[in-house]
């Protein structure tokens, strides 16, 4: 694995515990399910998945809110010398179905490989 890509998964880690600590909305799940790092990681784009969906608006206007705030615990929790700008996006409701689509087939192959099927 890259450097890159380790600290990628570091940060969504970070973020994951983070936004549960920070983001309270009352029943309602925020995961972090993609993180996009520019090469020099200045900049950083998280895509988030809310459930329930109609808590997309409310998630994305706290977590731009508290952007700083989660910033700065970012920087402790992994020590980084210089911490990304953060910018929050939803994930499409698309890519989370092909996402779905993707590990029932890879379940079926597995299932498959090992002659249950």
Known sequence: MLKNEKLTELIMQALGDIINKIIIIPNTLISVTKIDCSPDLKNTTIFVSVLPDQYNGTA????????????????????????????????????IKKENELLELEEILEAISRGEI
């Open 60 to 95: 994305l206007k706290k977590l731009r809110k508290n952007s700083s705030l989660i910033r700065k615990k970012l920087a402790k929790k992994i020590n980084l010398r210089k911490t990304p700008e953060l910018k929050w996006q939803i994930k499409p409701k698309e890519d």
